[in-house]
């Protein structure tokens, strides 16, 4: 919090405006979730596997969401509704 003020002369004589409180608060991370699958899904192989986030920011825009199998990035979203399409999961069985 800061308590700002502004400070005038004129010819060897000044005033001070009357104070004005600020505050600057910290950035806030994003907030994603994935709404889609459901946890703990269970598919036939192979499939396509449809994969959508929630996504939002506090005093910002979100410019995009990234979809990953575990470190992989599997594919981005760039305007909501976030969404992405695995295709042809395959498990053991090929495409």
Not at 20 to 39: C, D, F, K, R
Not at 55 to 73: D, H, M, P, R
Request: net charge positive; hydrophobic share 45%; charged share 5%.
């Amino acid at each position: 919090s800061y308590s700002v003020t502004a400070k005038v002369y004129n010819n060897g004589v000044s005033a001070v405006s009357a104070a004005v409180a600020v505050t600057v608060n910290p950035h806030v991370a994003p907030i994603v979730s994935l709404t889609a699958p459901a946890n703990n899904a269970s598919l036939m192989a192979p499939t396509n596997l449809s994969l959508t986030a929630s996504a939002s920011a506090t005093n910002a825009t979100i410019s995009k969401v990234e979809f990953y199998n575990g470190t992989t990035l599997l594919g981005t979203s760039m305007s909501a509704p976030y969404s992405y399409t695995w295709r042809c999961v395959a498990g053991l069985i090929r495409c």
